[in-house]
């Protein structure tokens, strides 16, 4: 029943509530559902990561479209923690930065229909986040309690808002 340009999120969950058949494979509801241009979102909150089902959908070359948070209260200090967080673990499973960039602003400003953001352009919204990737080991959790260790981790610098550079609250 979805739409192309409806926004399916959660979808990296543990089985049995995942986009996946208990063998792996990516059910083929979901495959049409792509077809059809559905978009695909983590949404990575209390319950809605796992490593394997992250793992298993890279490999069917099924990466998120967009990649949002579900950041609340019983999951800020873990295992969600914030977005660059949630990013970082994409990066740890081999999604190029680019993809994992456009998917986290480009795609999802499309999605709710704002042209003027996630990109910087003539006529568009010029706020933006300051990030770098810097070499520093994290380890990653997801809501399962599985621990990745990673190499790089995407840090907030600060924002530019309203012309204005904000430095990040450290």
Request: glycine share 8%.
């Amino acid at each position: 029943m979805l739409r192309p340009g409806d926004v399916l999120t959660h979808r990296f969950r543990p089985f049995p509530n995942c986009p996946l058949q208990a063998d792996g494979r990516v059910k083929q509801a979901v495959l049409r559902a792509r077809e059809r241009g559905v978009l695909f979102d983590v949404g990575h909150g209390m319950g809605s990561f796992s490593w394997e089902t992250a793992r298993a959908m890279m490999a069917a070359e099924f990466p998120p479209d967009t990649i949002w948070s579900d950041v609340h209260a019983l999951c800020i200090d873990g295992p969600a923690h914030d977005l660059l967080y949630t990013m970082t673990k994409f990066l740890a499973i081999g999604m190029p930065l680019v993809y994992v960039i456009t998917a986290a602003t480009l795609t999802p400003a499309k999605a709710v229909r704002r042209d003027d953001l996630g990109h910087l352009s003539p006529g568009a919204t010029g706020d933006v986040s300051i990030i770098s990737l810097d070499e520093q080991h994290v380890e990653l959790e997801d809501v399962l309690g599985e621990t990745v260790p990673f190499h790089q981790n995407l840090i907030s610098q600060g924002t530019v808002q309203g012309g204005k550079f904000v430095h990040a609250a450290q």
